[in-house]
């Protein structure tokens, strides 16, 4: 059973940087075919997904996010972590952790779920 924390500040002021770490047990993130991914709810609205780092290490993200999000990790410490510059209120989300598996050649599924931690940008 894969599990999936996420740490990081539950305040940020606008104009900073948010850096939320992603700690993954059970299971590693080099394994083949997996990508570790970042999700946000932002309140009364829908999943947002933000991007994702596969098990090679390339990076995958959002359109809308890009200029602002970047995926690093650690393998030594079987983490991933989310870096968002320049967060303004509308980055106030419930920010989630996750891996996707591979349903087919070209599809993937969200298989497992970190548990969520809120983040809120406020001065």
């Known amino acids: 059973q894969v599990q999936l924390q996420e740490s990081g500040p539950g305040l940020v002021k606008p104009s900073q940087a948010l850096s939320l770490t992603c700690t993954v047990s059970s299971g590693s993130i080099t394994t083949n075919d997996y990508y570790w991914s970042w999700i946000r709810q932002p309140p009364g609205k829908g999943l947002e997904w933000m991007g994702a780092?596969?098990?090679?290490?390339?990076?995958h993200y959002s359109p809308s996010l890009k200029s602002r999000t970047s995926i690093s990790r650690d393998t030594s410490k079987n983490q991933f972590t989310l870096h968002l510059s320049s967060v303004t209120p509308e980055d106030t989300a419930v920010y989630y952790c996750?891996?996707?598996?591979?349903?087919?050649?070209?599809?993937?599924?969200?298989?497992?779920w970190g548990q969520g931690t809120q983040v809120t940008v406020s001065s």
């Open positions: 996750a891996r996707e598996s591979p349903y087919s050649e070209d599809y993937y599924y969200i298989d497992y």
């Open positions: 780092i596969a098990y090679s290490g390339s990076t």
